[in-house]
């Protein structure tokens, strides 16, 4: 399976309407897939519905006026809402 880095650079590439669960603790190299609501992956917890995280991380770039963020950066902002703002 892959790392919740590995799959957050493919987010573009991920089903609208699914959600990324990742093994806990969060953390850039946490296993994690992407799925449908109704089959949420055992042993793995919901961290974010897949068009959110893409919301959260446009919101990041424009904040830092059109920056693309690194992979770590990408863990960061996607974990950080998750378990602040969602």
Do not use: F, K
């Amino acid at each position: 399976m892959p790392s919740l880095n590995e799959m957050l650079m493919a987010l573009d590439e991920q089903p609208t309407d699914s959600a990324i669960y990742a093994a806990t603790p969060w953390r850039a190299d946490s296993t994690a897939v992407v799925a449908s609501w109704d089959a949420q992956p055992r042993g793995l917890a919901y961290l974010l519905e897949v068009e959110l995280a893409r919301d959260v991380l446009e919101v990041w770039s424009a904040w830092r006026d059109g920056a693309s963020p690194s992979t770590q950066e990408r863990c960061e902002a996607v974990i950080h809402y998750a378990e602040h703002d969602a």
